[in-house]
């Protein structure tokens, strides 16, 4: 099978991700439909390479190596939005998995509904947040997304409620399946005052820009919380706000010590990495509590 077009060789993913880090993919595409996200599928099958989809980038950390296979981005090529179902009560929305959460959530505003609010601030894709049950300030995908679309192993198209898509913290029934990729989902919520809502998200926004570090380059909450702790207060009870290692530009946020950062996108991925691994040994070895990252780690070795 001839390589088609639409897929590039040795692309940087340091463009593609929010760290602002990481190497080359072998292989990088943006299919614009269901069907071109098959034929890369297919192709890369053809040639036995591994596949990694992406969709903001906004919650992985890839290895300066690079990534040695295809990477399929989700973005704006396959980001429609569409009411699909209506009532006096609540409104049924569907998003193609390469549309930002913000731009979701923002509609579903926009259309009067309640219960998104916290998506307008997270800067991940659909895809992405359904991968991996995103949420913030109490909100969470779990609790609106209705039916989920996903591309299985045989390339087919098939569709699971959210009661099935086993959500958890961090965690979706895609966690444990990667060879499924979400295509898009669709969001049932309830009729509200636009206004109120508005208001809810400006008073999040206002929250979030004032707590985190938004204007640096960083993969969001960098730890998942450990059970009965918050990351950020073990982080800071160990001394480590503000803390780096080096000059490299890695850095444990001084807004939150819950972010670690790339201060001017100058650190390579390695130097991310290994202030993350410092963060998690100290905290474990004053507290006996062991972060786990939460960004995902793409190429590094085991």
């Known amino acids: 099978m001839d390589r088609p077009s639409f897929i590039l060789e040795n692309i940087t993913l340091k463009n593609y991700t929010t760290f602002k880090a990481g190497g080359n993919a072998l292989l990088f595409c943006e299919p614009s439909s269901v069907d071109e996200l098959k034929v890369a599928v297919t192709y890369a099958r053809s040639i036995n390479t591994d596949v990694l989809v992406i969709g903001a980038g906004s ?36 998003a193609d998995a390469g549309t930002m959460l913000a731009t979701l959530g923002l509609s579903c505003v926009k259309e009067g509904l309640t ?21 913030a300030y109490g909100g969470e995908m779990s609790q609106i997304v209705d039916s989920i679309d996903y591309l299985d192993e045989h390339l087919e198209i098939n569709t699971i409620s959210g009661s099935e898509a086993e959500f958890g913290y961090r965690h979706s029934i895609f966690t444990e399946h ?48 450990p059970s009965g702790y918050f990351a950020g207060r073990l982080i800071e009870d160990s001394n480590l706000k503000g803390f780096k290692l080096d000059d ?27 202030l993350i691994n410092y963060v998690s040994d100290k905290v474990y070895e004053d507290s006996g509590v062991r972060l786990e990252p939460e960004v995902r780690l793409i190429g590094f070795e085991a």
């Open 59 to 94: 919650n992985i950390l890839v290895a300066d190596n690079g990534y040695n296979g295809m990477v399929i981005r989700l973005g704006s090529k396959f980001s429609n939005i569409a009411v699909i179902d209506s009532s006096e009560d609540n409104e049924t929305l569907y």
């Open 115 to 135: 219960g998104a609010e916290f998506a307008c601030g997270i800067p991940g894709s659909v895809g992405g947040a359904v991968f991996m049950n995103a949420g």
């Open 248 to 274: 490299s530009g890695a850095q444990v946020s001084p807004k939150h010590a819950g972010f670690v950062v790339n201060n001017d996108g100058k650190a390579s991925a390695e130097d991310i990495l290994k």
């Open 178 to 225: 990667p060879e499924w990729i979400v295509v898009g989902c669709r969001v049932k919520l309830n009729r509200g005052v636009r206004e109120e809502s508005e208001a809810l998200v400006n008073e999040l926004k206002a929250k979030r820009i004032k707590s985190q570090p938004v204007d640096v380059p960083s993969a969001g909450s960098t730890f998942k919380r």
